[in-house]
């Protein structure tokens, strides 16, 4: 076992030095020109802001989601943010901002909540929030599934049930019978790697199997969205891992790859060679060696310029579909300020810019929703916040919708499409090891 244990170490670590040589000896991000103008995004860009039901609802039914909390030493998610309650004012919110898209989740555990019954006034719950988003000017991104499904489904062994495909096709097609006519942007599942991954934390998933039979949930919804809809625009937005994407998400999106409008995105953090090392450690020693801690979310790195390379691999890797930022944000540890002296607004910002730039290197990009409007549950703790506008759960029983500094800063590059032609980012590009190799060392962005 310690010899072993030995060679992984001492390969893993030689992986390692042999990425800093190669960064070291390529050249870094080239600065832009200070006399080449920003160029703008066009008027057609979609802005937007993304939620999920789960997560900010409240009065929630029973689910896995539920079920976790209950046997676990989470926060108690009461009524999260309430916007069951409050979707009308939060949706007013999103749309003072000025933009176009608003996402929220359809809750299969709210409107099914036993097998081949689905609760009428939990499909009026959505009709009325989908109502008041188009009445406001912006249009639903609608996502399926945001990692829950009904205890009743729990019960049937989740996705380690061979029905669960079929179950949850029944409830996702009469969702999509009654939503196809708003023409929302659709999501079919969240992060589905992630999911994987939750799923199997938790016990109730096979990764390998769970893969296969959420691609085919994926890939049967498309074609019946088609179906309805021939127009329709439908994607299944990724976690984007830098330094690993094709790893940790290439068998996924191999096989949903042929039913895919645009392709969503996720992007937050940059590439940590040290959890990345350890990471593989444990990989590779699997139940030999004991779980890694990781670091905190807000701990995490960000590197505002490592978007650039999640939209330049899969501008590669999808040549001729659009490009949508499904989710993107910052996290804060209880709202408070960061130990690295980021802002919101500074980090949204050079966010903005670097998608701008990439704008300017001919990627198809379309828009970009903002995570979140609000804080909300951040599966299994309300630590971590997100939001444009923050809400303290645990402390203040009305829920108020506090404005961050970067509500003003949103707003002003939703009027403008986007930072004025002589902006730079705060922080100058890090060194290529340290946001998304080997792209961002092989690939380095070009100057105008």
């Not at 993304?50 to 989601?65: K, L, R, T, V």
């Not at 555990?109 to 989908?130: C, L, S």
């Not at 300017?360 to 916040?385: C, F, H, K, Q």
């Amino acid at each position: 076992m310690r010899s072993r244990f030995r060679r992984y170490v001492l390969a893993a670590l030689a992986a390692a030095v042999s990425s800093l040589l190669l960064c070291t000896n390529s050249s870094a991000l080239p600065p832009m020109r200070s006399d080449t103008a920003l160029p703008v995004l066009d008027s057609d860009f979609l802005w937007g802001v993304a939620s999920s039901g789960f997560q900010s609802e409240g009065h929630a039914p029973d689910s896995n989601w539920t079920r976790y909390i209950a046997n676990s030493g989470s926060d108690e998610l009461h009524d999260s943010v309430d916007f069951y309650d409050r979707y009308a004012s939060d949706i007013d919110l999103a749309a003072a901002l000025g933009v176009q898209v608003f996402r929220i989740g359809i809750e299969w555990a709210r409107v099914q909540p036993e097998p081949g019954i689905w609760d009428g006034a939990a499909f009026g719950f959505y009709d009325a929030v989908i109502a008041k988003i188009v009445q406001a000017g912006m249009r639903p991104m609608i996502t399926l599934d945001h990692w829950v499904y009904p205890g009743w489904a729990a019960d049937r062994g989740g996705w380690r049930n061979p029905g669960m495909v079929e179950d949850w096709l029944v409830n996702m097609r009469r969702v999509v019978d009654r939503y196809a006519s708003r023409n929302p942007l659709w999501v079919t599942v969240n992060e589905p790697v992630a999911y994987i991954a939750q799923e199997t934390r938790h016990g109730a998933a096979s990764g390998p199997e769970m893969l296969e039979r959420v691609a085919q949930a994926h890939n049967t919804i498309y074609d019946y969205i088609h179906q309805i809809r021939p127009g329709a625009q439908v994607t299944s937005n990724v976690g984007y891992v830098a330094g690993s994407e094709a790893q940790v998400n290439g068998a996924f999106v191999d096989r949903i790859a042929d039913r895919l409008d645009y392709v969503g995105v996720d992007y937050y953090f940059a590439y940590d060679p040290v959890q990345s090392l350890l990471s593989s450690i444990t990989r590779a020693l699997g139940s030999a060696m004991p779980e890694l801690p990781g670091q905190r979310i807000w701990e995490l790195p960000l590197r505002t310029e490592g978007i650039y390379y999640a939209l330049q691999y899969y501008s590669r890797r999808f040549p001729n579909k659009p490009l949508y930022i499904v989710e993107n944000g910052m996290p804060t540890e209880n709202g408070n300020p960061r130990a690295d002296g980021y802002t919101r607004s500074d980090h949204l910002r050079d966010t903005v810019y670097w998608i701008q730039r990439a704008k300017a290197d001919g990627m198809n990009v379309i828009g970009y929703n903002y995570w979140s409007l609000t804080d909300n549950y951040e599966w299994g703790s309300y630590t971590p916040r997100f939001g444009l506008y923050t809400v303290d759960v645990r402390t203040d029983p009305t829920l108020t919708r506090r404005p961050t500094d970067a509500v003003g800063t949103y707003s002003q590059i939703v009027a403008t499409g986007g930072l004025p032609a002589d902006y730079r980012p705060t922080r100058g590009p890090a060194i290529c090891l340290l946001v998304d190799p080997p792209a961002s060392c092989l690939s380095p962005v070009a100057s105008p």
